[in-house]
């Protein structure tokens, strides 16, 4: 029997994803329209799409999705939702709206898994302490969906398609976009383009693919409900009463049945087979965006979430001033060199090009909530000595 890496069964299972993907809608991608930056490696059995998933599953920066915040940092329950499982919903829930459009799954996973590598300690509030910061050291603003994209394609090289990368940039979930039609972006050279212009602030425009659309939506369909139950969990929110009827009348009253009401609304008002667009209905567009404002007045804005936010924000101004200091002196036993500079997961071409300033910036973007903790308690706690001096 043949092995896996043999022409007739590579050119077989080619075959087999080129019949597979006749069958998808006219406006959804297909592999033979990836395009790579580099080509390392040839392509193998799996398609382009799957094997971005594949390696963006293996990368350092997925596996520190376990312990990153999604909303309620500093909260001890181990019931509410973290960054990881904001991700796994967000793909299986575009996964469905993209089956039932016939659209390519495999993109639309990768876009998923991939899409918020670049959150960072403490959720946005961190984003807000880390962009002061940047911009004062004159890096500009920062930006998750831009850090994301510096992760996978700078930081640690994954060679990703472009279809992956441009809906990573182009996710942002926290938008009140409500009908989104693939904006073309057919090289390197425009998405590096929009990529800078995101770094200045401009707001990216509509992914590159219907893929990167459904995936869009599908981050505020995860999300919406789900801080609303997080928030309940937690008794910032008492009672799903407390969201107004009408919101809850279109909508419906948990998590459930809000992320099942945006889901066959998008379904009945998206259109893959002719124009290309996904959309909501007008009535369920408004009641969404009532609900984002519910919940920024109730949830994201509430005292007892944001009591401790002077506190992160020192944190943040002495772990960069320290680690700026650290790349300056070039002092190797820090830490942004003993786990981040000098790691063999980091790309030495991202090393050379970077700034010091932009290595603190990066480095510590990718910490956890637990080590960012611990790098701030090592850096302003004194140690005890065991023993004697030596």
């Not at 409500?178 to 050279?189: E, F, H, Q, V, Y």
């Not at 425009?190 to 800078?196: E, H, I």
Request: charged residues 30%.
């Amino acid at each position: 029997m043949p092995g896996l890496d043999d022409t007739n069964t590579k050119s077989q299972i080619l075959k087999y994803t080129k019949a597979r993907e006749a069958l998808l809608s006219v406006h959804a991608s297909r592999s033979d329209e990836a395009l790579r930056r580099k080509n390392r490696k040839p392509e193998d059995i799996r398609s382009p799409y799957s094997r971005d998933a594949d390696r963006i599953i293996h990368t350092r920066a997925y596996t520190r999705y376990i312990d990153k915040t999604q909303v309620f940092y500093l909260v001890e329950n181990d019931h509410i939702t973290h960054r990881v499982i904001h991700v796994q919903l967000v793909s299986k829930i575009a996964r469905t709206i993209g089956r039932c459009l016939r659209l390519n799954e495999d993109l639309i996973e990768a876009i998923a898994l991939g899409h918020d590598i670049g959150h960072i300690p403490y959720g946005h509030f961190g984003e807000t302490c880390l962009s002061d910061l940047c911009f004062h050291h004159n890096l500009g603003k920062f930006f998750h969906n831009v850090q994301s994209v510096r992760s996978l394609d700078a930081i640690e090289d994954q060679d990703l398609t472009l279809q992956v990368l441009d809906g990573i940039l182009c996710h942002n979930g926290e938008s009140n976009d409500t009908w989104l039609s693939p904006d073309k972006c057919t090289d390197w050279a425009a998405f590096d383009r929009k990529v800078a212009d995101n770094e200045k602030g401009i707001r990216a425009s509509a992914p590159v693919t219907m893929e990167g659309c459904v995936v869009k939506f599908a981050d505020t369909i995860a999300y919406i409900g789900r801080d609303i139950q997080d928030a309940k969990e937690v008794g910032l929110i008492q009672d799903y009463a407390e969201i107004p009827k009408g919101i809850r009348k279109t909508l419906g009253t948990t998590n459930q049945s809000i992320v099942n009401t945006l889901i066959h609304d998008l379904l009945d008002n998206s259109d893959t087979e002719k124009e290309g667009f996904i959309s909501y209905s007008s009535v369920v567009e408004e009641a969404l965006i009532d609900l984002r404002s519910f919940s920024e007045r109730h949830i994201y804005s509430n005292p007892k979430l944001t009591a401790e936010q002077d506190k992160i924000r020192v944190m943040y101004q002495t772990l960069f001033s320290r680690y700026l200091e650290d790349v300056e002196n070039e002092c190797r036993k820090s830490k942004i060199y003993t786990d981040f500079i000098d790691a063999p997961w980091v790309s030495q071409e991202y090393i050379d090009a970077t700034q010091p300033a932009g290595l603190a910036r990066d480095f510590i973007a990718g910490m956890t909530d637990r080590y960012f903790l611990k790098q701030f308690e090592d850096c302003v706690i004194p140690r005890r000595i065991q023993g004697v001096f030596r």
